[in-house]
């Protein structure tokens, strides 16, 4: 009978070109030579993430293992490159081997060898985020829907909850249920027109983003020779920002390592701050028990920040229940303390903000190196008129500029043509938001408005001097309010007799020549024109703005953004930021300028310009500054409202709040206003301190007591 006769290992002395002891501190040092075998790598903020993974590669390499071995997928290309590059630089030749890229970029290249199990044509195209609304819009057509009875959500809202439900591993119905709970009706439609955009991707050979990573897995799951192929090739496995991945990237990456077991994953669980867009805090959490055998590497010595920094950020993470436990640990000189600043208002947030700015810069910081960041858009508007008024120059860096996005503009559109009816470009806006109204439709209803409403404000003539009187009949601005909620409710008593005002009595003049679909939708644009029209309203910019929410606008973005409630907080602080304006041309005004001084931001900037930084803080995630200031830390706005809700959400609030503060190298200042304006009938709310800053010890921060100067005493 045969025996067993085992062949041992046996390779020469590896000659390494890199001496890794002396380039890495001691953590590193362990996780880049750990050995083979799953490995968790906690890695801080400002723990030379990056440095870690870099030379984990090489080292890999170095000890013999084949470049067309390695797989490292990253988050973005220019994160696989820079890796890349400093491996090749370390050791000295290329690496075209290697494969190495965003999972999107090797599911595409997988996808490209494999089309035909999947059905596809090698030669698919890969649609973009356009082609795929275009798609989408063709079986909302195909199914029949009649749009006109519901409101059917669009396109583009589709596409984010088909690609949520993609990524998370879930059915469309369950998406619905817990992220679009107020389309749950529309089920069955919806599912009607997923099914149709499935079978049309497959009948004209295209793919969209998420295809390129369901189909990846669908190789993987549903063929074992490709499954066992792919499993022996890539013998190590390297992922960057693991805590950023969804379920479906973690059963991907399960998958793929499950014979050989060889999967390095480093992360922050600690700035894990993405469920929003579907990434699993849990993949992250739940690592070491889906791989008993993992090894868990820490790395904790920070170079970014100094210790009064770090020591502040160590207590304001430590209340999370959910985490692995870290302790940062610097590397530079003790400094300054962090400073609390507790503010009368927004605007003497602003002031501060504005004024410590410029004392800074005389005393030689860079203004580039500088950085203003919030939790949303709106917690800037009052810095960015403070820093108007002051003549600072400022950069945003938070997606689209909070003025130039289209519901900021809509809403601005109905303010700017009640207070100038001759303004064609805030008509033209307004009538393509009415159903089979494109650009050609909007000026022919302009010239229609022009030529049929003689003798009112809306046909060209200029309005008298002194204003217009209110009309007969008018109500107060809580009734006309009242009445159009009813309105929308289906009550169209308000519709079909709206207030005698001028605009409105001349768009309700061109209605003969608006499309039948946007009839209705042209009836109710007329009566909120003739309610925003009334005195003392049309002097009143928050309470217009409220008015045109409620008149259905709040409607219209839940059909046609996915990020419809984060859209409808910024409305509603618009309309708070719009009540410290005495009436609605000084509002607009102001608007005008911010969003001029907004749109220069994309002109080229010289080397020897200055510029401060206004981001929200998830754009400023892997960014640091010498110096940075995190605003409007109330509870409510951070964390914010809708984060109170479940202890998971407020957990990842206060990481977004550590990410926050770890971006700071040198100074650092936590601000929060007593009192914040509201819109309408609100009036000023007192604010409380956010939650956050009483996890942090006062006598880890400085407090400044802000008083005003008064040359008279």
């Known amino acids: 009978m045969p025996r067993d006769y085992v062949l041992q290992p046996f390779r020469s002395p590896v000659d390494l070109q890199i001496d890794y002891a002396r380039e890495l501190n001691e953590q590193q040092y362990a996780a880049v030579t750990a050995p083979p075998g799953p490995v968790l790598v906690i890695a801080g903020a400002g723990a030379g993430k990056t440095r870690t993974l870099t030379y984990r590669v090489a080292y890999l390499l170095e000890q013999g293992v084949p470049a067309d071995r390695l797989l490292l997928l990253t988050f973005t290309n220019k994160a696989a490159k820079e890796m890349l590059r400093r491996v090749a630089d370390l050791l000295g030749g290329e690496l075209g081997a290697l494969w190495g890229g965003t999972f999107h970029a090797v599911g595409a290249r997988l996808l490209r060898r494999h089309a035909e199990a999947l059905g596809f044509r090698r030669d698919f195209t890969i649609l973009d985020r356009e082609d795929a609304k275009h798609l989408l819009s063709t079986c909302v057509a195909e199914a029949d829907i009649d749009v006109k009875a519901t409101r059917f959500p669009k396109a583009e809202v589709l596409a984010d909850l088909f690609s949520l439900a993609v990524n998370r591993q879930q059915s469309i119905l369950q998406t619905l249920a817990e992220q679009y709970d107020y389309f749950a009706t529309l089920g069955p439609q919806i599912e009607d027109v997923h099914r149709r955009y499935q079978a049309r991707k497959r009948a004209t050979n295209v793919a969209d983003f998420d295809d390129l990573l369901a189909g990846w897995l669908a190789l993987l799951q ?235 404000r809306g046909g060209g003539r200029e309005p008298e001097d002194g204003g217009q009187p209110a009309a007969a009949g008018a109500q107060a601005p ?58 003392p309203l049309c002097h009143q910019p928050a309470e217009m703005i409220e008015l045109v929410l409620e008149a259905g606008y709040e409607d219209f973005l839940k059909a046609n953004y996915a990020n419809y409630r984060s859209r409808l907080e910024d409305l509603q602080q618009l309309a708070g930021f719009a009540s410290q304006f005495r009436d609605t041309q000084e509002f607009l005004t102001q608007l005008s300028l911010l969003s001029n001084v907004e749109a220069e931001d994309n002109a080229p900037v010289s080397g020897d310009t200055e510029h401060l930084r206004l981001s929200t803080i998830h754009q400023a995630k892997g960014l640091e500054f010498d110096v940075v200031f995190i605003i409007m830390l109330c509870d409510g706005l951070f964390p914010s409202a809708r984060a109170l809700k479940r202890p998971e959400d407020e957990e990842e609030e206060r990481r977004l709040f550590y990410v926050a503060i770890t971006r700071a190298r040198n100074e650092l200042y936590l601000t929060y206003p007593l009192i914040r304006l509201t819109g309408g009938a609100g009036g000023d709310l007192l604010q409380r301190p956010s939650r956050f800053l009483h996890d942090i010890p006062k006598a880890l921060l400085e407090e400044f007591n802000l008083r005003s100067f008064h040359p008279y005493g």
């Open 478 to 535: 809580e009734d006309r309010r009242r009445n159009l909620k009813s309105d929308t409710s289906n009550n169209k008593s308000q519709i079909s007799n709206p207030q005698s005002t001028p605009l409105a009595l001349a768009l309700q003049s061109c209605a003969d020549a608006v499309p039948k679909k946007a009839a209705a939708a042209w009836a109710q644009f007329t009566a909120t024109i003739s309610q925003l029209e009334v005195e």
């Open 222 to 456: 549903d063929h074992a020779d490709l499954r066992e192929r792919y499993q022996r090739q890539f013998q190590f496995i390297l992922v960057d920002e693991y805590q950023d991945t969804n379920q479906l990237q973690a059963d991907l990456i399960d998958l793929l390592a499950a014979r050989h077991h060889n999967v390095m994953v480093v992360g922050d669980d600690s700035q894990s701050i993405y469920s929003w867009r579907g990434a699993n805090f849990q993949n992250i959490l739940q690592f070491p028990r889906r791989h008993p055998e993992a090894r868990t590497y820490k790395i904790e010595v920070n170079y970014r920040s100094t210790p009064e920094i770090l020591t502040v950020a160590n207590a304001a993470i430590a209340p999370n229940l959910h985490q692995f436990a870290k302790q940062l640990a610097p590397v530079r000189p003790s400094s300054l303390k962090p400073v609390l600043v507790t503010c009368a208002d927004a605007a003497e947030q602003a002031a501060f903000v504005a004024q410590r700015v410029l004392e800074l810069r005389e005393e030689g910081s860079d203004m580039n190196r500088m950085a203003v960041l919030y939790r949303a858009h709106f917690h800037a508007l009052e810095l960015q008129l403070e820093l108007t008024k002051r003549n600072i120059p400022f950069r945003i860096t938070s997606g689209i500029r909070f003025f130039e996005q289209a519901h900021i503009k809509d809403v601005a559109a109905y303010l700017k043509l009640v207070c100038n009816p001759q303004d064609e470009l805030a008509f033209n806006r307004l009538a393509q938001l009415l159903p089979g109204v494109g650009g050609k439709g909007a000026d022919k209803l302009w010239k229609t408005l022009r030529n049929g409403g003689r003798g009112s």
